[in-house]
């Protein structure tokens, strides 16, 4: 049900992609206290992208969950600026993160949603 979809001007090598794909997916399974089974990332590098008219290191988040706590986002986004900041070596202050809090019954999983 969490999904952490990261597009960035940072490239992940083929060799070093799965490792960090794993740690972002245990980091955001430890954050909001949700299985990890239930993790989804997706990476997407795009060369072509401008932060303040730079195109230094940068990167955008969109973190959408059921149940995401409005009241935890400021300590989800420091979790996830040092983590970009460990994993793709961009700097806190060039990372935008949207955060979506999904209704149970908006979020299709297994042939259903996730009102039982």
Sequence with gaps: ???????????LTEAD?????????ATVAQA??????????SYQHNPNMLFGGSDAPLAYLEL???GLPGDKTSALS???SEAMQTILRVSPDRVYIE????ER????????????
Excluded: C
Aim: proline share 8%; glycine share 8%; aromatic share 10%.
């Design 1 to 11: 049900m969490p999904l952490l979809s990261i597009t960035t001007n940072q490239p």
């Design 17 to 25: 992609r799965p490792q960090a794909l794993k740690q972002l997916s």
């Design 32 to 41: 909001l206290g949700k299985p990890e089974r239930y993790v989804m990332l």
């Design 64 to 66: 959408k969950s059921i």
């Design 78 to 80: 420091a979790t996830l």
């Design 99 to 102: 955060f979506a809090d999904a």
């Design 105 to 116: 019954h908006m979020w299709g999983w297994d042939g259903g949603t996730f009102v039982r």
